[in-house]
């Protein structure tokens, strides 16, 4: 299994950035699929999670602002991420659950104020 995720950016508070990870290697139909952020200094947090048969959460702090979409046939997820904060910087990592925990490369997120 093979994450690669891109669409990271810098941007002012207020903007919007669209994150994409695309899978191969597995039956993307029968995977969960996360967001995850990891702040400087922080440890890493769940943003946004979907599940194999379209349950969705949010974290408390992104709801309303972002949100979390797959394609199973382009076998990709996406975050589309609007109205962002500065508390939104950081690195962020797509997950999927199949069988067990596979991690994309970080995507790195600006946010200035």
């Known amino acids: 299994v093979q994450l690669q995720a891109s669409g990271g950016g810098s941007v002012q508070a207020g903007g919007s950035l669209r994150l994409s990870c695309k899978a191969s290697g597995l039956n993307f139909r029968l995977a969960g699929l996360g967001w995850y952020r990891q702040a400087p200094g922080k440890q890493r947090e769940l943003v946004a999670a979907?599940?194999?048969?379209?349950?969705?959460n949010y974290a408390d702090s992104v709801k309303d602002r972002f949100t979390i979409s797959r394609d199973n046939i382009r076998r990709t997820m996406f975050l589309q991420m609007d109205n962002l904060e500065p508390e939104d910087t950081g690195t962020y990592y797509c997950?999927?659950?199949?069988?067990?925990?596979?991690w994309g490369q970080g995507t790195l997120v600006t946010v200035s104020s």
């Open positions: 997950n999927i659950e199949y069988g067990r925990g596979f």
């Open positions: 979907v599940t194999q048969g379209g349950g969705i």
